[in-house]
């Protein structure tokens, strides 16, 4: 029998002697440490995942059989109140769970995870995060237990955990100290080698000095480099080898070429005792790159630590009213329900409503208004939002999941994972632009081999570093990561990578009514008993209370009181209205087409938007609703129109009312009593011709809308954020945000091109002086490096712009508009 290596083929450790077993992999035995590494290697292979061996940069942690008392262990996390901490329940078939995986080293195990776990019958989607190492895999727990999918990651040799903040930060914090020490022993080795290399160049420039002189300076220099060829470089050598092996030019193929072609080059000149030795600029290079990788790994951490910054505004604990007496208690014993004291200075442990006391709340963290805003009974406020002046009871009613601030956190782990268009298309032209360099690289060194020989690899060296396209890969998504972190800071929420692209495009843009341009505050002014109803006033309103306590349309806010009367089996008729069974009999209420079927009747004579309840077919009684314009939507609308925009209101509501809000912001453009599918048809009738739509709705009863148009804006203070369809939402509750985000996708723009140009004229500027050798490896080092800070530097002036202006049209808004009854 015999083995390619005397190493475990899985994990690499030593194996002494005779392997204890073998496994058959593309037909040749191979040898293994242990059954763990047998187990995990036939696993892989069998799943029709063996690709992983190939692409792989680093070796595997050497496998263990899974025991029983870890499988035991593991079974644990099929239980509820467990996976309450880690797990969402998005339906009853199925749930999604937030796992730290340990043992991620490079892209080819992302590669494994996503696909092993994805065979597992029952598992609908795994998305693993390679910087933060988080996974998020959705399953159906009717088809497979969660302890099963954690067991089958544990079988290929990783370890799967509960997602937890502590150990995410742990990971988090290692791979910011290995970076660190990278940097460090690159940028002690590039100051050491650049002394020693200033003496041989007096030296060479005097010609005064020695040959043995010269050999020890060289071989003192050797020594100092090794270290930061082999350790501080070894990223790019090992993610150059990744690429290879999966065909794919990255710009860590030519800059592995430099540094190892210029450090081989070196030794054999210091060996040989002939030619010039490059180990100054071999560090100085490695020092430069791994200094921009740096500031990349802070970019890819932020919104690590945005959501940190974010879970820890929740306290710790709260005071839980429990009888007659308020007791502190840890925040996991809190339910809805629960009635709770906040102390001025202290946090809101969770949504709810103020049943007692008024105050000023800081919503800051949560929707970008930096000043806070007026809270009294009966209102609602957010979980993490800071109590500012006065004591104020409240009553809890979502905890967990299903807060705000879980909804936020959720979207913000979608934003992280999109990839906008803009910035694949410019990973794909880095590509074709590697190859290109690579090609010059080869053709500049045949030239000079026939008029300078022993300059010819220096020169192509020059050409390799100076053309590399680290400019041009920053260019697009450091300027992509500005712009969205800042809207984020303002309350505009991007949740998919296309947004600010597609803003770019937009030129009609359609709003709903309620929610949006009004306020969503709702009021109940009038309630009109038909004849022959013998019922109340009092008890009709409890009725209606009662079937829109099920309804999450804003116009429910407007029926929110104590009732007694419970309705069963509530049905939401999306944009007709809500019907339940109250006593075994059957209520209606919303348009007097849907709660009458058989008859048609006339709509008060008092303008405002009225609704109909109905018992059996029966009219009872109209509700009259009113709402009040947003005091900013004039103005929005005005400043969307100089744009160049088109204007569209949809809604739902009657024609005297979406006429009036229409006449006074101005919009030509409008329909009444028209379906969600209507909206919908609308918008695609819009596509047809040729306009690029941007929908602004509530979120959710604008859902089918919101999914066809080409961006979607849901407000996010309309209903639940975790259902919402939308590609971006407004957390603050102001329509300056969207005027903001026009301006800045404007300077968005204008940024990518400056980068994309700068880079561009760099490159080509910069490789026939290479190529006409009057540009050495260490210039070319310094200048590429330079390009890529000027890029960095370039995208984040959207961050200091913008915050300097910071909603300068908002602060100037007019005064001139005052909200009017709708």
């Not at 309103?541 to 429910?556: D, G, R, V």
Request: hydrophobic share 40%; glycine share 6%; charged share 20%.
């Amino acid at each position: 029998m015999s083995h390619k290596s005397s190493q475990c083929f899985h994990c690499h450790l030593p194996i002494e002697g005779e392997p204890p077993c073998t496994t058959v992999v593309d037909e040749i035995e191979q040898p293994m440490c242990c059954p763990g590494c047998k187990m995990v290697t036939e696993a892989i292979i069998a799943g029709g995942l063996d690709n992983y061996y190939q692409h792989r940069t680093d070796y595997a942690l050497q496998a263990n059989s899974v025991s029983d008392k870890l499988r035991e262990e593991l079974r644990l996390y099929d239980r509820d109140d467990i996976q309450k901490d880690f797990v969402i329940e998005r339906s009853a078939e199925e749930k999604q769970a937030s796992l730290l995986i340990e043992g991620i080293t490079c892209a080819a195990c992302v590669w494994l995870l996503e696909n092993h776990v994805a065979l597992i019958e029952g598992v609908g989607r795994v998305s693993v995060n390679l910087s933060t190492h988080e996974a998020q895999v959705s399953w159906n727990p009717e088809q497979v237990p969660l302890s099963t999918l954690l067991i089958a990651i544990h079988q290929i040799g990783y370890k799967a955990y509960p997602w937890r903040e502590d150990r995410q930060e742990a990971l988090l914090k290692k791979e910011n100290r290995t970076f660190i020490r990278r940097l460090v022993i690159a940028g002690i080795g590039a100051m050491q080698v650049m002394m020693y290399a200033i003496a041989l160049y007096s030296g060479a420039i005097s010609n005064d000095m020695t040959d043995p002189y010269r050999d020890f300076i060289r071989y003192i220099s050797a020594l100092v480099a090794t270290p930061v060829v082999f350790y501080a470089a070894a990223p790019f050598f090992k993610a150059a080898l990744r690429d290879l092996k999966v065909r794919n030019l990255s710009m860590d193929v030519p800059v592995s070429i430099a540094i190892g072609g210029s450090y081989l080059a070196s030794l054999w000149a210091t060996f040989t005792g002939s030619g010039e030795v490059y180990f100054d600029s071999v560090a100085m290079f490695t020092f430069f790159l791994l200094t921009g990788r740096y500031l990349e790994l802070r970019a890819r951490h932020a919104t690590s630590r945005a959501a940190r910054a974010l879970r820890n505004s929740l306290p710790s604990s709260c005071l839980k009213k429990e009888g007659n007496d308020y007791v502190r208690v840890p925040l996991k014993d809190l339910r809805a329900g629960d009635r709770v004291r906040v102390l001025p200075g202290d946090s809101i442990p969770a949504d709810g409503i103020i049943i007692e006391g008024k105050s000023s709340v800081d919503e800051s963290m949560l929707t970008g208004e930096y000043l806070p805003v007026k809270r009294s009974t009966s209102e609602s406020v957010m979980g993490g939002s800071l109590n500012v002046d006065n004591a104020i009871d409240v009553e809890v009613t979502h905890v967990g999941d299903k807060t705000q601030m879980s909804a936020i956190l959720q979207l913000l782990k979608h934003a992280q994972q999109d990839k906008p268009a803009i910035a694949k298309l410019v990973d794909k032209i880095s590509s074709w632009f590697v190859g290109s360099v690579l090609l010059t690289a080869i053709a500049v060194f045949w030239y000079w081999s026939d008029i300078e020989p022993q300059h010819a690899f220096w020169i192509a060296l020059s050409v390799l570093v100076v053309t590399c396209p680290c400019a041009l890969s920053l260019a697009t998504p450091t300027a992509l990561t500005a712009a969205t972190g800042y809207l984020h800071k303002l309350g505009f929420l991007v949740t998919r990578g296309h947004v600010l692209e597609g803003l770019g495009k937009i030129n009609h843009i359609v709003f709903d009514k309620t929610g949006t341009l009004t306020k969503g505050k709702l009021l109940l002014e009038e309630v009109k008993v038909i004849e022959g109803c013998r019922l109340s006033e009092q008890q009709l309103t409890c009725i209606a209370a009662a079937l829109e306590s099920h309804s999450e349309h804003p116009i429910a806010k407007a029926f929110i009181k104590p009732t007694s009367y419970i309705a069963e089996n509530p049905v939401n008729h999306t944009g007709q209205g809500m019907e339940a069974s109250i006593d075994g009999t059957s209520y209606r209420i919303g348009r007097p087409d849907f709660c009458t079927k058989n008859q048609i009747l006339s709509l008060p004579d008092t303008s405002g938007q009225w609704l109909l309840l109905s018992r059996n077919d029966e009219p009872l009684c109209w509700f009259r609703i009113s709402d009040s314009l947003r005091e900013e939507a004039f103005d929005v609308i005005q400043k969307l129109k100089e744009y160049g925009h088109q204007i569209t209101l949809l809604s739902g509501d009657q024609s005297s009312v979406v006429s009036s809000v229409a006449s006074r912001l101005g919009i030509d453009h409008w329909q009444a009593e028209i379906s969600p599918n209507g909206k919908l048809d609308y918008v695609r009738q819009l596509q047809k011709q040729g306009d690029q739509v941007l929908m602004v709705g509530d979120g959710i009863n604008d859902v089918p809308v919101l999914a066809g148009a080409n961006v979607s804006l849901a407000m996010g203070n309309a209903s639940d954020l975790a259902k919402t369809t939308a590609d971006a939402v407004l957390l603050s509750d102001d329509l300056n945000r969207l005027v903001d985000a026009f301006e800045l996708m404007k300077k968005t723009r204008r940024v990518i091109r400056q980068n994309l140009g700068w880079s561009l004229a760099y490159n080509l500027t910069a490789l026939p002086l290479a190529a006409a050798a009057l540009i050495a490896p260490w210039m070319a080092a310094i200048g590429m490096s330079l390009s890529s800070l000027v890029v960095v530097g370039n995208a984040m002036r959207l961050d200091r712009n913008s915050a300097g202006q910071k909603n300068t049209f908002s602060k100037n808004n007019s005064t001139k508009y005052k909200a009017v009854e709708a």
